[in-house]
């Protein structure tokens, strides 16, 4: 039986939402803070948590922070009643695998949840190198880290997935279309745009591009990006 953790302290919709994923055949475990949902998903280590972002103590965001900071493995989708593009990159940035917008149907809620379920840990391809080195760049794919001419690089969850996907597909052009679905798991007509996409390759090329004569992720024209071995 499969395990979901929901965060989320309007107790109407928790009661419902509990219902709902009981009725499923999920075994439910909940919490009324961030603070309370923290310390559960780590110490029960459920199969995918639901997570509100307005929560006493701890908001969902820093819940979400520090949750990866020590589990990167659980599917996290978030809920959240503010519509605002800047909010929902926050939220992937931070390791977020997918997000609804309340009011929500509980149908489309319990689709994406049985999809993050069915993806698994984070939805992670196939394991590949453990380390990989690119010019004075060494990725080390566990314990997810960047050194630049040795000294460590500071990249967003979202840049490392981002990096650590155009590496293991290396030569091929990547749509951006393909990197919203693989890396945030949606598509434009949820409110990510590939403009997301563009503003995560350039910061990648600004923390890690000094000293290339050529950048090693090149943009193809109306297409995508590829990473190239400088």
Same mark, same amino acid.
């Given at each position: 039986?499969?395990?979901?953790?929901?965060?989320?302290?309007?107790?109407?919709?928790?009661?419902?939402?509990?219902?709902? #994923? *009981?009725?499923?055949?999920?075994?439910?475990?909940?919490? =009324?803070?961030?603070?309370?949902?923290?310390?559960?998903?780590?110490?029960?280590?459920?199969?995918?948590?639901?997570?509100?972002?307005?929560?006493?103590?701890?908001?969902?965001?820093?819940?979400?922070?520090?949750?990866?900071?020590?589990?990167?493995?659980?599917?996290?989708?978030?809920?959240?009643? =503010?519509?605002?593009?800047?909010?929902?990159?926050?939220?992937?940035?931070?390791?977020?695998?997918?997000?609804?917008?309340?009011?929500?149907?509980?149908?489309?809620?319990?689709?994406?949840?049985?999809?993050?379920?069915?993806?698994?840990?984070?939805?992670?391809?196939?394991?590949?190198?453990?380390?990989?080195? #690119?010019?004075?760049?060494?990725?080390?794919?566990?314990?997810?880290?960047?050194? *630049?001419?040795?000294?460590?690089?500071?990249?967003? #969850?979202?840049?490392?997935?981002?990096?650590?996907?155009?590496?293991?597909? =290396?030569?091929?052009?990547?749509?951006?279309?393909?990197?919203?679905?693989?890396?945030?798991?949606?598509?434009?007509?949820?409110?990510?745009?590939?403009?997301?996409?563009?503003?995560?390759?350039?910061?990648?090329?600004?923390?890690?591009?000094?000293?290339?004569?050529?950048?090693?992720?090149?943009?193809?024209? *109306?297409?995508?990006? *590829? #990473?190239?071995?400088?």
């Amino acid at each position: 039986m499969k395990r979901v953790l929901i965060v989320e302290d309007e107790e109407g919709l928790l009661e419902g939402l509990s219902h709902n #994923f *009981k009725y499923e055949g999920y075994e439910v475990l909940t919490a =009324r803070t961030g603070s309370e949902g923290l310390k559960m998903a780590l110490k029960q280590k459920p199969d995918v948590v639901v997570l509100d972002i307005m929560l006493p103590e701890k908001d969902g965001f820093t819940v979400l922070k520090e949750l990866r900071q020590r589990h990167r493995d659980i599917p996290v989708l978030v809920m959240t009643a =503010r519509n605002f593009e800047a909010d929902v990159l926050k939220g992937f940035d931070l390791g977020a695998d997918d997000y609804v917008t309340k009011p929500f149907g509980i149908k489309e809620l319990m689709a994406r949840v049985k999809r993050l379920v069915q993806r698994g840990p984070s939805g992670a391809p196939a394991p590949g190198p453990t380390i990989y080195k #690119f010019g004075d760049v060494e990725v080390r794919f566990e314990p997810r880290e960047v050194h *630049k001419s040795g000294e460590q690089v500071a990249l967003s #969850f979202k840049e490392f997935e981002l990096l650590k996907y155009l590496i293991e597909h =290396r030569g091929r052009t990547v749509s951006r279309e393909e990197l919203l679905e693989e890396i945030w798991g949606v598509d434009e007509d949820l409110g990510v745009t590939t403009r997301t996409v563009d503003t995560h390759v350039s910061n990648l090329r600004s923390k890690l591009g000094a000293g290339f004569a050529q950048p090693f992720i090149v943009a193809v024209h *109306k297409v995508g990006y *590829k #990473f190239v071995e400088p």
